[in-house]
């Protein structure tokens, strides 16, 4: 099958505002006493912000119990630091390369849209000035399932109107590659082996993202 859309990840892959839920998360993590370093964070990227405070919450040294409403608020503070620290993100904060993907997948004439979890993806895609480049962006809020569940990526390729098998996703999280794999689409990781082993082609960086490499890993595996 020839391929015919990319369905990109946002936070980590176009820009590295997956930097700042760290940040924003690990000074959540030290008002509860419950240490959020890079390891645990490999487990929330790609994950849903209230998911992710369940994640911080289970790593508490100490059982600790929180009603809904103090998890919307821990959850909300989280969000309010993270605001604060994506109000300064410029087009020059795109990552390596992509521009450069983008570009040479529209002159491919292939179709792009946008899987991220993010609320808040639109504002980042705004201040990056790449709004028009995709021609589709899925609202995470009306998504049942977010990531690993592959109906973040399913809802993309069905409003494109593009088979599955002819998708590529690009992703940074172990949960978002897991996403793409059981949509039965193609692929693409950004980051470490010990992290994105199950994706079925992989980078260390986004200035390793060529069109014609992928598309020839793709062909090869289809
Ligand atoms: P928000 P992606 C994900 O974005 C992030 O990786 C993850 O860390 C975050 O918790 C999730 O979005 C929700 O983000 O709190 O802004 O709604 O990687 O899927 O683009
Ligand atoms: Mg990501």
New binding site residues.
């Given amino acids: 099958m020839q391929p015919q859309a990319f369905i990109f990840?946002?936070?980590?892959?176009?820009t590295d505002?997956?930097e700042f839920?760290?940040l924003a998360?690990k000074q959540i993590g030290e008002e509860l006493g419950i240490p959020v370093d890079r390891e645990l964070n490999e487990q929330?990227?790609?994950?849903?912000?209230l998911?992710?405070l369940e994640r911080i919450l289970s790593a508490s040294p100490r059982p600790l119990s929180l009603s809904d409403a103090e998890k919307e608020q821990l959850?909300t503070r989280?969000?309010n630091h993270?605001r604060e620290l994506i109000e300064a993100i410029r087009p020059s904060d795109i990552l390596p390369g992509i521009t450069e993907l983008i570009e040479a997948i529209q002159a491919s004439k292939l179709r792009i849209a946008l899987?991220?979890?993010?609320?808040?993806?639109t504002f980042v895609l705004d201040k990056l000035g790449l709004t028009e480049a995709f021609e589709y962006i899925v609202d995470?809020g009306r998504i049942a399932f977010?990531?690993p569940h592959p109906e973040?990526f399913l809802n993309a390729a069905d409003v494109l109107g593009v088979p599955y098998a002819a998708c590529i996703g690009v992703?940074?999280?172990e949960a978002?590659i897991e996403a793409i794999n059981q949509a039965g689409m193609f692929s693409v990781g950004v980051g470490a082996p010990a992290f994105l082993h199950e994706a079925n082609y992989l980078v260390p960086d986004t200035s390793r993202l060529k069109l014609d490499e992928i598309l020839k890993a793709y062909l090869n595996i289809t």
Avoid at 115 to 121: H, Q, T
């Fill in positions: 990840d946002l936070d980590g892959v176009i505002t997956a839920h760290y998360w929330l990227k790609g994950v849903s912000r998911e992710s959850a989280k969000n993270y899987g991220s979890a993010s609320k808040n993806a995470p977010g990531k973040t992703e940074d999280s978002g």
